[in-house]
Nanobody
Framework: QVQLVESGGGLVQAGDSLRLSCAFSGRTFSSYIMAWFRQAPGKEREFVAAIRWSGGTQSYAASVKGRFTIARDNAKNTVDLQMNSLKPEDTAVYYC????????????????WGQGIQVTVSS
């Protein structure tokens, strides 16, 4: 069974940086496409970024492109989300997700999810 555990969240000010990490266990990490989603209060869970098995291809939501970077380490079974130039509208619970296929932007394409971690950006 795949298990995902997020870490690194917290409270920061607008313009600051934060790095989220997701630890993967239970299966062969390099066989899984990894993604980050987020959900703000009262809103739908939305796609943030995804990365393919080898890490050579990434995909980003328009709202974070140029500010966020997704990266994976297949030796350490981790996927990180480096978030720079944070804005108050980035405030949300961030979720790590995994699946063996897809590489899509719909939450329905990912079978495995972490518990989520809070990121709060103050203005």
């Amino acid at each position: 069974q795949v298990q995902l555990v997020e870490s690194g969240g917290g409270l920061v000010q607008a313009g600051d940086s934060l790095r989220l990490s997701c630890a993967f266990s239970g299966r062969t990490f390099s066989s899984y496409i990894m993604a980050w989603f987020r959900q703000a209060p009262g809103k739908e869970r939305e796609f943030v970024a995804a990365i393919r098995w080898s890490g050579g291809t990434q995909s980003y939501a328009a709202s974070v492109k140029g500010r966020f970077t997704i990266a994976r380490d297949n030796a350490k079974n981790t996927v990180d989300l480096q978030m720079n130039s944070l804005k108050p509208e980035d405030t949300a619970v961030y979720y790590c997700a995994a699946d063996t296929t897809g590489y899509g932007r719909s939450r329905l394409e990912y079978a495995y999810w972490g518990q989520g971690i809070q990121v709060t950006v103050s203005s």
